[in-house]
């Protein structure tokens, strides 16, 4: 059964950071695309960023562009979602997704796999 699990969420303050991560077990990272989404309470679930494995191609929402990174380690098969200058309306659950092909979206609806979440709370 393929696994998406995140971590790194947590409670910080405003311009703080935070790195989250995504694994994956018996999914190979290097076949898919990977995104990370979120979700604040009320509000639809919307895009933050995504890698396509092969070239390495990244993809940034505009309100986290030059604040967020996305990354990947391949031995480790785990993709990283590091966050700087966070700011309080950066709070939501953070999921990480994968799609097959290498490929990415903006759509949710077009990823087949999610992970369960991880909360990031920013105060200010």
Do not use: H
């Not at 790194?8 to 989250?20: D, E, I, Y």
């Not at 076949?31 to 679930?45: D, I, L, S, T």
């Not at 953070?94 to 990823?111: F, H, N, T």
């Amino acid at each position: 059964q393929v696994q998406l699990v995140e971590s790194g969420g947590g409670l910080v303050q405003a311009g703080g950071s935070l790195r989250l991560s995504c694994a994956a077990s018996r999914l190979t990272f290097s076949n898919y695309g990977v995104a990370w989404f979120r979700q604040a309470p009320g509000k639809e679930r919307e895009f933050v960023a995504a890698t396509r494995w092969i070239a390495g191609n990244t993809y940034y929402a505009d309100s986290v562009r030059d604040r967020f990174t996305i990354s990947r380690d391949n031995a480790k098969n785990t993709v990283y979602l590091q966050m700087n200058s966070l700011k309080p309306e950066d709070t939501a659950v953070y999921y990480c997704a994968a799609v097959r092909g290498s490929s990415w979206s903006l759509k949710p609806y077009d990823y087949n796999y999610w992970g369960q979440g991880t909360q990031v709370t920013v105060s200010s």
